[in-house]
Nanobody, 121 residues
Framework: QVQLVESGGGLVQAGGSLRLSCAAS????????MGWYSQAPGKQRELVAR???????NYADSVKGRFTISRDNAKNTVYLQMNSLKPEDTAVYYC???????????????WGQGTQVTVSS
């Protein structure tokens, strides 16, 4: 039972910035990888950025150099700093976390409710 609560989405002009936050709560012993995915209307959900427990990062080619993912393990929180936003970044952004089972080797995927990011031209 893990809940991911996202915040920070909104409307911004092209070239502007937003910072998304996602805090995990519930029955958590630790969190492995965390990430952000985007889903535009009529499109499938796509990986934007992810970060391992140790801080290794990966980014979609389209956001490299513009977005930065980070995490605060003490707060069970992941962030996405989005700079130089483009209209094509417009989408619902979902937080994702891989959480190991407290009592077994199993690993579970959890998703936030999504937060809307709209970039106007």
């Amino acid at each position: 039972q893990v809940q991911l609560v996202e915040s920070g989405g909104g409307l911004v002009q092209a070239g502007g910035s937003l910072r998304l936050s996602c805090a995990a709560s519930g029955s958590i012993s630790s969190i492995n990888a965390m990430g952000w995915y985007s889903q535009a209307p009529g499109k499938q959900r796509e990986l934007v950025a992810r970060i391992s427990r140790g801080g290794s990062t990966n980014y979609a080619d389209s956001v490299k150099g513009r977005f930065t993912i980070s995490r605060d393990n003490a707060k069970n929180t992941v962030y996405l700093q989005m700079n130089s936003l483009k209209p094509e970044d417009t989408a619902v952004y979902y937080c994702h976390a891989k959480v190991p089972d407290r009592w077994s080797v199993a690993e579970y995927n959890y998703w936030g409710q999504g937060t809307q990011v709209t970039v106007s031209s």
